[in-house]
């Protein structure tokens, strides 16, 4: 299992979500950063969700 990370911001750019979390692979870790922000009502902020190797695997500015 690798560490992913998953951050949401408001307009002003204040962090709403800052967490990490744990899946099998990058595709699993997609799913899962949009499960995540889609409970917490933060599908439509700015977010983004990192690889441990720094790739961008959920961005929306």
């Given at each position: 299992?690798?560490?992913?990370k998953l951050t949401a911001f ?52």
């Amino acid at each position: 299992m690798k560490t992913y990370k998953l951050t949401a911001f408001d307009a002003a750019g204040e962090k709403l979500l800052d967490e990490a979390f744990q899946a099998e692979s990058d595709d699993a870790a997609k799913v899962q950063g949009e499960k995540l922000l889609s409970e917490k009502n933060l599908s439509e902020k700015t977010h983004r969700c990192t690889s441990p190797s720094g790739k961008l695997l959920l961005f929306h500015p």
